[in-house]
């Protein structure tokens, strides 16, 4: 399968690295993580060691493929919609943080797009180096739901690259079941400095797992069947399962860049003014990191 990568950070790298040993994969990024690529490779360490070599590039203009799986921060989805649109893809995939990335993908592309989650755990370490620092799985499916041949077939090329996929058809309730656990772990760990097993116990528990289940009740404000207790056992399993990694937003507040508060705690204070639900934890975090990123990046 032709496979465009579009968004070669952390994720997009691993997903891409992986992909790269079955299929025939262009990574689009930026420099000197690109042009390492193209000169050495890609290497992968962590739970997989492997170097590959993929296509790789800076301009993601023009291009054409079986598939994009789109992994750029959410702030960015409407620039790479606009860029994707001048190519031509048979379907998109957005694995992706945060509420309504697919939505504006779909308003500029002329194919599918499908809803992603990865619960891989990945670290660009340096220039044509992702670590795997987690095993996980990745789940797919239409956005709004249901049984999707397109959906099977694109699970199929990602297990035929020793990636765990599944096509499910209750894609809705798994961004927003994604979004509680993010909502619950990425502010407190970025926030307190600390790695994920740190919110295991303690107060900062008590914090993360209360924006979880604020998130889990906007969620089925907005139609999506998620409880709290299944809200609650999940970012458990998180936390256990990554308890060694640094969150992705606590990676970007180290390296003083823009985070991704708005879609991901902003997105769940949004739709809880929508439907007059109070949440207050998820609105402290967002004032919280909001107030840092006015402090230390331009966001840019």
């Known amino acids: 399968m032709e496979i465009v990568v579009f968004g070669a950070g952390s994720l997009g ?21 690109v042009s390492t690529i193209r000169s050495e490779g890609l290497s992968i360490t962590g739970r997989f060691d492997r170097t590959v070599a993929p296509e790789a590039t800076t301009d993601g203009a023009g291009l054409a493929a079986d598939l994009v799986v789109v992994t750029v921060k959410s702030f960015d989805t409407e620039d790479a919609a606009r860029t994707l649109a001048t190519g031509e893809f048979d379907v998109a995939l957005s694995v992706q943080n945060g509420i309504g990335n697919e939505e504006t993908l779909s ?39 249901g049984v999707s041949s397109v959906a099977k077939d694109v699970a199929e090329a990602f297990t035929a690259a020793d990636i765990e996929a599944n096509a499910v ?43 979880a289940v604020e998130t889990a009740h906007v969620a089925r ?4 069947d998620l409880s709290s207790h299944t ?4 970012i458990d399993a998180v ?6 990694n640094q969150s ?17 705690n902003g997105a769940v204070l949004e739709r809880a003014e929508v439907h007059g639900i109070d949440v207050p934890v998820n609105r402290t975090l967002t004032a919280l990191i909001r107030a840092w990123e006015r402090e230390n990046t331009d966001k840019k």
């Open 221 to 224: 404000a907005e139609g999506a």
């Open 169 to 211: 058809p209750d894609m809705s309730r798994k961004l927003w079941e994604k979004l509680a656990v993010n909502a619950g772990i990425n502010p407190v760990t970025a926030l307190s400095r600390v790695r994920n097993g740190v919110l295991g116990e303690g107060s900062a528990s008590e914090i993360s797992r209360t924006a």
């Open 239 to 244: 936390i256990d399962a990554t308890a060694r």
């Open 107 to 145: 308003k500029h592309l002329d194919c599918p797009v499908l809803a992603g989650t990865a619960t891989y755990g990945a670290r660009l370490d340096s220039p044509g180096h992702v670590d795997c620092t987690g095993h996980g799985e990745l789940t797919l499916g239409p956005r709004d739901g």
């Open 13 to 33: 790298s691993l997903l891409g690295g992986l992909l790269a040993s079955e299929h025939r994969v262009t990574l689009v990024g930026r420099d000197p993580h």
């Open 231 to 234: 809200v609650l056992s999940r």
């Open 248 to 264: 992705s937003m606590y990676q970007d507040v180290l390296a003083g860049r823009r985070t991704e508060i708005e879609a991901i």
